[in-house]
C-alpha cells in the first residue's frame, strides 16, 4: 500500500504494534528500557556516522526502537509498575486515606460515583485511582472535582461479571488504571475545607456555572440535557428513552463531544476567520488563533479524555490545512495518532471512543474522495446532499466492523438521521456556543432561549421519528474479534479492488470473504456441539440454563427479569431459539441428578449429585448433607447473605464443595462439550 511508504505511519503502526506486545506480554520495566536505550544509541552512532537515512540499517533501528518506545510507554503507564502505587503497600485493612475528587461520574439508581485520585495512606505518600460510591441514601453532600477527603476504611475489589458474556465492569475500571473502590458514608470520611485547584477542577466549575445559568433560562429538560451534552460533554441529565432514541437511529456519537463536533467546530473557524489570511503572516496568525479556540472549547467541555483526544487529533489536522497539501493528512493523523499515544496515555488504543474516533477519521480522508470520484452530480443541490451522503457513508463503513463488535446493532437509517441532522450541527454549536457566552454575561434574551429550544426539540423529534422505525434497527449481531479483523481485510479488499482492479487485489477481496463465510460456519459447527447446562447469578432470581446447539432453555421463576443475561449468551454463543419453562425441582444433566430446594423447603428423597439452594430456604443443611450426601451444593443470587455465610461455614466443616454464585459467579456442571 501506497501508506505506509509515509515515515510517520510506520512509525505509528509500530507504536501500536510495540503498545499491544506490551500489553498482552508482561515484559516488566528492565528489558524495555535496556532495548529502548540500546535502539537511541545505535540510531545516535548511525547519524554520528553520517550513514544514509535511507540504508536498511537505519530504517531497521528506528523502527526497532519505536518498537521499544511503544512496549516501554505501555510499561511505564502500568500503574503497578510504579513504586509509590499504593498497591504495593499493605492496603487491605483498615487505612486512613487523603484523596482528591478528579472526575464526578454518572450516578445509579444506588449511588453518586465520583473517581478519587489518592495523595496519601496514613501517613505515607501513595499514588493511584479508586472510584467512590456514596449512596443516595445517605448523600448530604455532592461531591466537586478538586474537592480533598480524608476516608478511614478499607478497600473493596471491582467484581468480574458473575454470569458469561455480560459486560466487564472491572477489565474495563483495569484500563483506566483503577484496580479497587471505596464505599463512602457519613461517618467514614471527612471533606477539608480549602482544598488545592488544578485545572480540572477550575475547568468542572466554569462548566458547572455554565449549567447553572442554562437552566434559569427555562429550557425544557430534555432540551437542557441535550445542550449540556453537545456543549459541554455532561450526559448526565439526558433521559434514557432520548439517549435510545440516538442510539437506535444510529445519531449517539452527536451525543459526545468527540472528533465530529471538533471537526464541525474546526471547519466553522477556518470561514469565519478567513479574513485574517490578508494580514502580513495572516494564515499564522489564523492557525494559532483556531487552535488556541479548539482548546478553550476543550476547557469549556470539562477537558475529557475524549475532548481532549479529539482536539489534540484536529490541532494536527488545522496544521495540515494551514500547510495546504492534502497529501500529508494521513501523516498528519498519524502523527496527533502517535502523540496522544505516547503523550497521553498508550491505554487510549484499548477504549472503543479512540478507535471509533480514528477509524472514522481515517475512513473518511480515504473513502470519501473516492466515492465522489464514482460519481459527480452537477446540480449543485444535489451535490451538496451527495457529499455529506458520502461522509457519512465513509464514516460508517469504517466504524462498522467495531460497533457490531462492542454494540452488536447497527442502525440502517443513519444516513437519513445524519442526512437531516449534521448539516445543520455547525447551526446548534454556534447558536449555543452564543447562547452560552449571552448568559454568562447575563444578557440572553427570551427570543434566543426560545428558538434554540425550539431547535433542540426539532432535532430530538426528528431523531425520535428515525428511532421508531425499528425495522431498521438490526439488534443482537453475532460479531466476534475473527469477523472484526476479516470485516477490515473485506472493506480494503473491495476498495482496492474498486478503484484499480486487478487480479491479484480480486483474489485478495475474494479470500477475505471466503475466510469470513469459513469463519462463520466453523463457529456455527462449534455451536452445535455444545451441550451445557449451568446456574447463572440474578439478585432474586433464579435462573437455570442448558444450551444445547443452537436452542437455549431457560429455567426460571420470573422469566421477565432474564433478558439481560439470556440476551448477552444468546448473542455471544449464535443461538437461534430460545424457550421459557418455570423452574422445576428436579432435573437429571448428563447421567448426574440436580435437585433443587427453594423456599418451600421440599427435600430430595434420595441421594442426588448437585443440590442448588435457591428463594432462601429455612433448612437444616446439616441433617440434609447427612440423608442425601451430595458430591456439590450451590447457592444462587435469590438467597439471603446471611444464609448463605451459614451455609458455607457449614460445608466448609463437612468438606464438601460450595459454590456462591454471588461471589464465583455462573457454575457450570459437568458437561460433554462447552467451548
Not at 461520574?105 to 489518592?118: E, H, M, P, T
Not at 441529565?237 to 465530529?260: Q, R
Not at 470519501?368 to 460508517?396: D, E, G, T
Not at 437519513?416 to 449534521?422: A, R, T
Request: glycine share 6%.
Amino acid at each position: 500500500m501506497r501508506l505506509l511508504r509515509f515515515i510517520p505511519i510506520k512509525l505509528t503502526l509500530f507504536l501500536v504494534s510495540g503498545i499491544l506486545l506490551g500489553h498482552y506480554v508482561n515484559f516488566g520495566m528492565l528489558l524495555p528500557i535496556l532495548l529502548t536505550l540500546v535502539g537511541i544509541a545505535f540510531l545516535g552512532f548511525l547519524l554520528f556516522k553520517q550513514t544514509h537515512r535511507k540504508s536498511i540499517e537505519f530504517g531497521i533501528t528506528a523502527l526497532f526502537t519505536t518498537l521499544c518506545i511503544g512496549v516501554l510507554a505501555i510499561s511505564l503507564w502500568q500503574p503497578k509498575n510504579k513504586t509509590n502505587h499504593y498497591t504495593h503497600q499493605t492496603f487491605q485493612k483498615r487505612h486512613t486515606w487523603h484523596l482528591k475528587i478528579r472526575e464526578v461520574l454518572k450516578s445509579n439508581a444506588f449511588s453518586d460515583r465520583y473517581v478519587g485520585i489518592l495523595h496519601g495512606m496514613d501517613d505515607q505518600k501513595v499514588s493511584g485511582k479508586v472510584i467512590l460510591n456514596f449512596s443516595v441514601d445517605t448523600v448530604v453532600h455532592k461531591f466537586m472535582v478538586d474537592d480533598e477527603l480524608f476516608f478511614y476504611g478499607q478497600f473493596d475489589s471491582v467484581h468480574p461479571p458473575f454470569n458469561p458474556h455480560q459486560f466487564d465492569y472491572k477489565a474495563y475500571l483495569k484500563g483506566l488504571g483503577i484496580y479497587h473502590q471505596i464505599r463512602l458514608n457519613t461517618a467514614n470520611h471527612l471533606i477539608l475545607e480549602n482544598s488545592s485547584k488544578t485545572i480540572y477542577g477550575v475547568a468542572a466549575a466554569f462548566r458547572n456555572t455554565i449549567s447553572t445559568k442554562l437552566r434559569e433560562a427555562n429550557f425544557g429538560k430534555d432540551e437542557l440535557g441535550i445542550i449540556q451534552a453537545l456543549l459541554l460533554g455532561q450526559r448526565n441529565d439526558i433521559s434514557e428513552a432520548t439517549y435510545n432514541n440516538y442510539k437506535n437511529a444510529g445519531a449517539v456519537h452527536i451525543l459526545a463531544v468527540s472528533g465530529l463536533h471538533i471537526g464541525i467546530l474546526l471547519l466553522l473557524l477556518e470561514f469565519l476567520l478567513q479574513p485574517l489570511e490578508r494580514l502580513p503572516k495572516g494564515k499564522t496568525l489564523k492557525l494559532v488563533t483556531i487552535v488556541a479556540l479548539l482548546w478553550g472549547f476543550a476547557f469549556l467541555a470539562g477537558l475529557s479524555a475524549s475532548v481532549v483526544r479529539a482536539v489534540t487529533m484536529f490541532s494536527f489536522v488545522a496544521y495540515a490545512l494551514y500547510l495546504n497539501r492534502p497529501s500529508n493528512t494521513f501523516n498528519i493523523l498519524a502523527l496527533s495518532m502517535f502523540t496522544i499515544l505516547l503523550v497521553f496515555n498508550p491505554m487510549l488504543l484499548f477504549q472503543v471512543g479512540f478507535q471509533m474516533s480514528y477509524t472514522a477519521v481515517f475512513a473518511i480522508v480515504w473513502l470519501y474522495p473516492i466515492l465522489l470520484r464514482f460519481w459527480s452530480p452537477k446540480n449543485i443541490f444535489v451535490k451538496k446532499v451527495w457529499q455529506l451522503l458520502a461522509v457519512s457513508i465513509a464514516a460508517q463503513l469504517g466504524v462498522l466492523p467495531i460497533s457490531l463488535f462492542y454494540f452488536h446493532q447497527f442502525p440502517g437509517l443513519f444516513f437519513i438521521s445524519n442526512l437531516l441532522i449534521v448539516p445543520f450541527l455547525g447551526l446548534v454549536l454556534g447558536m449555543g456556543i452564543l447562547v452560552i457566552v449571552l448568559a454568562l454575561l447575563n444578557s440572553l434574551p427570551d427570543f434566543l432561549v426560545h428558538g434554540y429550544n425550539a431547535l433542540i426539540k426539532l432535532m430530538n423529534s426528528v431523531i425520535e421519528w428515525v428511532a421508531q422505525q425499528e425495522e431498521f434497527v438490526f439488534k443482537n449481531i453475532s460479531f466476534d474479534g475473527v469477523q472484526l479483523i476479516l470485516s477490515y481485510i473485506i472493506i480494503i479488499g473491495i476498495v482496492a479492488a474498486l478503484t484499480k482492479p486487478n487480479f491479484k487485489r480480486a483474489v485478495a477481496f475474494l479470500l477475505g470473504i471466503i475466510g469470513f463465510q469459513f469463519w462463520v460456519t466453523l463457529t456455527r459447527y462449534h455451536t452445535q456441539l455444545t451441550n451445557t447446562l449451568f446456574v447463572a447469578h440474578q439478585t432474586k432470581n433464579s435462573i437455570l440454563l442448558h444450551q444445547k446447539g443452537d436452542s437455549l432453555k431457560v429455567m426460571t421463576y420470573n422469566g421477565t427479569v432474564t433478558k439481560r443475561i439470556v440476551t448477552d449468551y444468546k448473542v455471544a454463543k449464535r443461538i437461534n431459539s430460545v424457550a421459557y419453562q418455570p423452574l422445576q425441582n428436579s432435573y437429571e444433566f448428563d447421567d448426574e441428578k440436580v435437585f433443587i430446594i427453594d423456599s418451600f423447603g421440599v427435600y430430595p428423597l434420595k441421594k442426588t449429585d448437585y443440590l442448588l439452594l435457591t428463594q432462601s430456604p429455612k433448612i437444616n443443611l446439616e441433617r440434609l448433607l447427612r440423608s442425601v450426601k451430595p458430591k456439590h451444593i450451590i447457592a444462587d443470587g435469590s438467597n439471603y447473605r446471611s444464609y448463605v455465610n451459614r451455609w458455607k461455614t457449614t460445608c466448609e466443616k463437612r468438606k464438601i464443595p460450595f459454590h456462591y454464585t454471588g461471589e464465583k459467579g455462573v457454575y457450570y456442571f459437568r458437561r460433554k462439550w462447552a467451548p
